[in-house]
């Protein structure tokens, strides 16, 4: 199973909703990633988890919480976001973080939608 | 901040036609990264490629590595309207700092047929 899943596909949200995006990988890969990814541009890196644990933050505001709950499962839970905020949120996991040795393997997204 | 940039922004070609794009760095790298993307899905990895090495082949696809000119090539040979996406370079940083896979400004390829 090389699959990474996110859930849900697409969501709509107002900017005082509380949701969380999901994302699920069964390869056994010890680092997980958050990207966000506007129209037309690369994926940003957002929040990276090593062994569970968070090892980096670009500086994200903290209407963004990552959490991962155990080493097959990331969330990211959302509160209060802007509408600047809507974009393609990208889950990604890989084998090796450190220096990124291996490739990443990419869920296909959350739609995401701040109304 | 990108690490990469790549050339040309966009690419339109016929099918059966080659496709080559470029990415530039700008620090020294251990490996090189290749991801396609089909409009508004996820990344897919096509091909990482090692400092040490200097060209690796899968499929249709052709990858070069000049460290000299910190620069990398993608070529996808007799081209296909299935290969129409964004094709993105990442590089890892160069000291041992965890994830920070960073990606190019992306090619836009457009294959018709």
């Known amino acids: 199973d090389t699959e990474v899943t996110q859930t849900p596909k697409h969501l709509v949200m107002g900017m005082t909703n509380k949701k969380s995006l999901k994302c699920e990988q069964h390869?056994?890969?010890?680092?997980m990633y958050w990207y966000k990814q506007k129209a037309k541009k690369p994926p940003e890196l957002m929040f990276v988890?090593?062994?569970?644990?968070?090892?980096i933050n670009e500086s994200v505001p903290s209407r963004f919480s990552p959490e991962c709950p155990n080493s097959s499962l990331l969330n990211l839970h959302l509160h209060a976001l802007q509408p600047e905020d809507s974009a393609l949120y990208l889950c990604?996991?890989?084998?090796?973080?450190?220096?990124?040795?291996?490739?990443?393997?990419f869920g296909q997204g959350t739609r995401l939608t701040v109304v | 901040s990108q690490q990469g940039e790549e050339d040309p922004q966009a690419l339109s070609i016929q099918e059966g036609e080659n496709a080559t794009m470029n990415c530039s760095y700008k620090?020294?790298?251990?490996?090189l990264q290749w991801y396609r993307q089909n409009s508004g899905r996820g990344l897919v990895h096509l091909i990482l490629?090692?400092?040490?090495?200097r060209e690796k082949h899968s499929g249709r696809l052709r990858v070069t590595l000049d460290t000299s000119k910190k620069s990398s090539s993608l070529l996808i040979t007799a081209s296909r309207a299935a290969d129409t996406a964004s094709y993105f370079c990442?590089?890892?940083?160069?000291?041992?700092?965890?994830?920070?896979?960073?990606f190019g400004a992306g090619t836009q390829v457009v294959v018709t047929p």
């Open positions: 990604a996991s890989s084998q090796s973080g450190a220096r990124m040795n291996t490739e990443a393997f």
């Open positions: 990442a590089t890892p940083p160069p000291t041992d700092s965890w994830g920070k896979l960073q």
């Open positions: 620090t020294s790298i251990n490996n």
């Open positions: 988890y090593s062994y569970e644990k968070l090892s």
């Open positions: 390869m056994g890969h010890r680092a």
């Open positions: 490629i090692r400092s040490n090495e």
